[in-house]
Structures are given as C-alpha cells and as structure tokens.
C-alpha cells in the first residue's frame, strides 16, 4: 500500500458541510468508462497524421520554399533515393525542422496562457466544456491541413500555411489543456485506491488510439494520398466530438453562480489565476507542497523532452537509416504494443507480485524512457531501437501514476487548479525544447544526427531522480493525530 494512503486515517471525520465554491460530483459508478472512445479517436487521428504532416512539409518544402519540380521531389524518402536526393534532402531538412518548430511554438504559448485559467473555471462550470473544446479546434485544424494539402496539389503552395492551420488548436487549449479536463474529470468520478489503475487504462485508450493511427497511416498514404489522411483524421475527431457532445455528462453539477453568470466571461477573471497561484503554493501538511511540486517538475520535464524528441525524430530516422513513411510506422506501432502492454499486464503484475506505490512506479517508469533514449541515441541497426522498445516496455505509466500521485496527494477540491497548473508549466516547455532540440539535431545533422536522444535520456532520468525524492519525502510523513468533536 502506498504510504500516503497509509496515512489517510490522520484526516479529521468531522463533517464541516460542503464547500461553498466547490459544486457537487455527480455519484456515478464508473462514469470515466465512456471517455476512452473519444480519447481513442482524438489520439488515432493525432498518430494518424502526424508522420504524413511530417512528409508533407518535406515534399512541400522541396516544390514551394526551394522551387523544385514535383518528379524529383517525390523522390525524396522513398528506398532508393540516388545520391543527388540524399544531397538533397540534406539541404532541405534544416529548412522543415523551422517550420515543425513554428507549429510547436503556436500550439504552445496560447494553451500555456490558457491553462492557467482553465482549471479554476472547469471546477465551476465543469469538464465537458473543456473536453468539447479542445476537439472543436483539433477537428479545424486538420479540416484545414486537408484543405491546404489538396490545394497543393494542383498549386505551389509555401509549407509555413500549415502553421497558420494549428491557430485553431492553440486557441481551443490543445492538447494539454485537453489532458487537463480529461484527468479531472476521472478525479470527480473515482476514489484514491482505484484512481492510478483508472488513469492506466484511459491511458491505455491514448496507446490504443496511437497504435491504430501508426498501422494504419502508411497504407493509407500508399493506396490514397496525403489529403486523405488528414481528411480522416479530421473525420475522426468530429466523430469524437459528436460523441462527447451527445453522450458524455458532466461530472460537476453546476452551482447557482455558474448557471447565472456568462461562462465565456468567467473564463478570463484573473481573480482565477490568483486562486490558482495560491492554492499551488500555499502550505499544507507534511510535505505535500514539496512532492507535488517534485512530481510537477517531473511532468513538465517530460513534456519538454517528449515533444522536443518528436520534432526532430522522424528527421533523425530519415537522415540515419534512411526510413520511409512505412519503416517508421512499423517501429512506431511496435512501440506503441509494449506501451500497451505495460500498461496493462506488465502494471497489474508488478503490483500484484511487488505492491509498490505509485510514487515508485512512476520512477520506474522515467527510467525506462531514459534507457529508451540511451539506446537510441547509441543505434547502428534498426533492431537496435526495436530492442530498446521491448526492454522499456514500462515506460508509458509514468505519466498517469504521476498523476496519480497528485491526486493522491491533493484534496480534492484542489486538484483541477493543480492539473491546470501542471498543465500550463507543460505547454510552456516546447517554447525552449522545440528550438533547443532543432538547433541541437542541425548542429549535429553532419557527425552525429542521434544526439539530442541524450538530451533526452538525460532529461528523463532526471524525472526519475525527482520520483524518488518525492517517495523520500512520503517515506517521512509524520500521522497527525486529530480530536473528535462531540
């Protein structure tokens, strides 16, 4: 048993009444069970396109910004490039990595602002609003991808187009804030002892989602054609979000205020942000600011290392082992089985055989994305970073037990200000990681292309580091002994 639920007796059992600003959770056994489809959907429609969008702004940075012909720029990732389209893409790389780091930075710094207000304001007028948000703007933009890409093929049209597509994203919150109404929501509608095993497995519906996207796109790409994949993608999240409209219900019933006050208006009260500031930073028992400070860090950490990685990654492969489209999907698929795996089997057998805490799982976790990277930044083969999947196929619960921790941690009525928190501190990385990683793989592009993958190892074992103080620090709770009142 995790020592902070050990300690859970400590807290008073006199019933002060409800909290005056905090609305009722609606009391509905298994409710978070109808979010995974739309999460599934989001999630394939992401990993659907993301490796296409990455080929696309190649190929179109080769006939747009460089003013080539479309015969030759076919060429490039394809098995049997000659020596003139290697040269080639050489010189057109550095110019794609600007504009994925563009499209990084937009979707970004709006989210990272609006984070701050979107916790306080979903704990008055609920996490659906949220939630249909950020798949209003998910669908837009891809609606608008699609319609650049089929454009082009009939006009020359510049690659940095597809930057303006990712303004409606950034504007609805992206995909932290989406994270955001996601893990409140499965707060409101669990207790502490099932809630890391609830987050597992919504978690688990992002993988399958992303697996489904990854085995499908290259022969989606193959039969079809770029437009049509991010049509799809784009149909998949409207999907999504007629189901979150029509089937999903609120987890928070809405108080007097939030049904007579203009919601839009509420949203940008900086009384909000104050609250939130200080609920983040005030003190609290033991050391429970302390840890969930540690476990923020350690989110935020990742996140910068996750989405740094993933701008220049698909580059990195292309330029190294010469993969295409499909060569990349296969890895990635498999990447994302393993993740599923330890996400399931691979969690309930750890805690069956061993019962660590949550806190420990999650340092298990970092370590195993810090393996990851190593390997991957030493391959020579292929096999090699199919290896390094197999041997971390631990890695995808770090994120939701580190959740997990917080919510474990925090009452209840502070843990959406804390997400949200969280949540902004996470959308502000890729403002430093993205031009760091770019500048980092440019750098190296000539000698070592691998070279930011120790950036990243280095990164995620320093979220390791942090998981483990933070269990030093549970490990010295002191139990508070509490006098009823007759």
């Known amino acids: ?33 109808i979010l995974e489809p739309a999460v599934l959907l989001i999630f394939f429609a ?63 710094i709006i989210p990272a602002l609006g984070s701050m207000f979107i916790g306080p304001w979903s704990d008055r007028y609920g996490r659906k609003p949220v939630i249909v948000s950020c798949f209003t703007g998910a669908f837009l933009t891809y609606a608008i991808v699609a319609l650049i890409s089929l454009l082009s093929m009939y006009y020359t ?68 054609n770029g437009t049509t994949v991010f049509a799809i993608a784009a149909g998949a999240v409207f999907l999504g979000l007629m189901y979150i409209i029509f089937y999903i219900e609120e987890s ?31 003190r609290r028992p033991n050391y429970d600011r302390l840890i969930i400070w540690l476990v923020i860090l350690a989110l935020a950490a990742n996140i910068f290392a996750m989405d740094g990685s993933q701008t220049v990654f698909l580059l990195f492969l292309r330029e190294r082992f010469e993969w295409t489209v499909k060569d990349y999907s296969y890895y990635d698929a498999s990447a ?40 991957q930044a030493l391959a020579s083969e292929p096999w090699h970073l199919y290896m390094g999947t197999a041997i971390c196929f631990m890695k995808g619960i770090a994120g939701p037990m580190s959740r997990a921790v917080i919510s474990n941690t925090a009452p209840p009525n502070d843990i959406g200000k804390i997400f949200s928190l969280t949540t902004s501190i996470e959308s502000i990385t890729p403002l430093f990681s993205a031009p760091l990683y770019t ?6 592009l000539a000698w070592y292309p691998g070279a930011f993958n120790l950036i990243t190892a280095t990164v995620y074992f320093t ?3 942090l998981m483990i103080f933070a269990k030093i620090f549970q490990s010295m709770y002191q139990t508070t002994t ?5």
């Open 336 to 375: 994302i089985v393993f993740m599923i795996i330890g996400n399931t089997a691979g969690l309930y057998v750890i805690r069956k055989l061993f019962n660590p805490s949550v806190t420990v799982l999650a340092a298990l976790g970092y370590c195993c994305y810090a393996i990851n990277s190593t390997i």
């Open 252 to 282: 928070i019933k809405p108080n007097e205020l939030s049904e007579t006050n203009n919601r839009a208006r509420e949203l940008f009260r900086l009384d909000l942000v104050s609250e939130l500031m200080q609920t983040c930073f005030k």
């Open 46 to 108: 992401w990993n659907v396109s993301s490796a296409v969008f990455a080929n696309q702004i190649v190929y179109q940075t080769c006939t747009g910004a460089f003013g080539k012909n479309k015969s030759l720029c076919d060429q490039l990732g394809t098995e049997n490039e000659t020596e003139e389209i290697q040269q080639l893409e050489k010189a057109i790389q550095p110019y794609s990595a600007n504009i994925l780091m563009a499209k990084s930075l937009v979707e970004s």
């Open 439 to 444: 500048f980092v793989y440019k750098s190296t």
């Open 482 to 486: 509490y006098t009823s009142i007759n």
């Open 463 to 465: 979220c390791a580091c």
């Open 157 to 224: 049209i510049n690659p940095w187009y597809y930057v303006l597509a990712s303004i409606t994203t950034a504007l609805s919150g992206g995909t932290c804030a989406l994270i955001t109404g996601v893990f409140c929501y499965i707060a409101d509608v669990t207790v502490e002892k099932t809630r890391a095993t609830k987050m597992a497995i919504v978690e688990a519906a992002v993988f399958t989602g992303l697996l489904a996207g990854t085995l499908s796109s290259s022969y989606i790409l193959r039969w079809t």
């Open 1 to 33: 048993m995790d020592e902070r639920e050990a300690t859970d007796d400590r807290l008073p059992v006199v019933d002060l009444g409800p909290e005056p600003t905090q609305p009722p959770r609606l009391e509905r056994k298994y409710r978070y069970l």
